[in-house]
């Protein structure tokens, strides 16, 4: 009797110990396919970014090559309105430093003037007013169900224009960013349905 009742609790315990790894390696299979997918839409994303700042590295070009060698200029320049560049003959060189608004408006309209590559590469980004704010969102290749938000914006010109001994350069501000992340956020769908498991024993007594 004391034999059968000692086979009965091994066989109890194995089973037990047989299920707990099976829900164990089922987690650790969830927890792999996770970050695989988590990184799958991570480096679509960090492509987006470089790419995002290859614009804003267009743009910020083209805008300090027309400050320096437009920006005193009497002559009209048929690639900027006729606006913007009188907003910038108007600005004060010379006794305020930093990127002034008349800059940071010409540096706004480059970069929606180049964005227009960057919705050709990336149809589904959603830019906002100018062109500086981009949000889009990433799938995983493997995994339908996550997913990764991603949202930036471009930051201010990283450039002071400053005249000195009538001389006129542009000075790059240190450690200044071309965009700041706002949200690099994963997102994860529940399946519609879960796969479920049997249960070792329903309750019942025969």
Not at 26 to 39: I, M, R, V
Not at 75 to 88: A, N, S
Not at 128 to 142: K, L, R, T
Request: glycine share 4%; hydrophobic share 40%.
């Amino acid at each position: 009797m004391l034999v059968i009742f000692m086979m009965i609790v091994l066989v109890t315990l194995g089973t037990f110990a047989i299920s707990s790894a099976h829900v164990n390696y089922q987690f650790s299979e969830k927890a792999l396919e996770w970050n695989k997918a988590y990184y799958d839409c991570d480096a679509q994303a960090e492509r987006f970014l470089a790419d995002y700042d290859a614009v804003l590295a267009a743009a910020e070009k083209m805008t300090v090559d027309y400050i320096l060698r437009r920006g005193f200029a009497q002559e009209k320049d048929e690639g900027v309105p006729l606006d913007l560049q009188q907003r910038i003959r108007a600005e004060n060189f010379s006794q305020r430093d930093g990127a002034l608004a008349g800059v940071n408006l010409l540096y706004s309209y480059y970069i929606e003037d180049e964005m227009q590559s960057l919705r050709v590469s990336y149809p589904d980004v959603s830019l906002g007013p100018g062109s500086a704010d981009a949000e889009i969102m990433f799938q995983a290749n493997e995994n339908a169900l996550s997913r990764l938000r991603v949202q930036i914006t471009a930051a201010p010109l990283r450039y002071d224009f400053r005249v000195h001994l009538d001389t006129f350069a542009a000075v790059s501000q240190p450690n200044a960013t071309r965009y700041q992340i706002l949200r690099w956020e994963q997102c994860q769908d529940a399946p519609d349905v879960y796969p479920t498991q049997e249960p070792l024993w329903g309750g019942g007594v025969d």
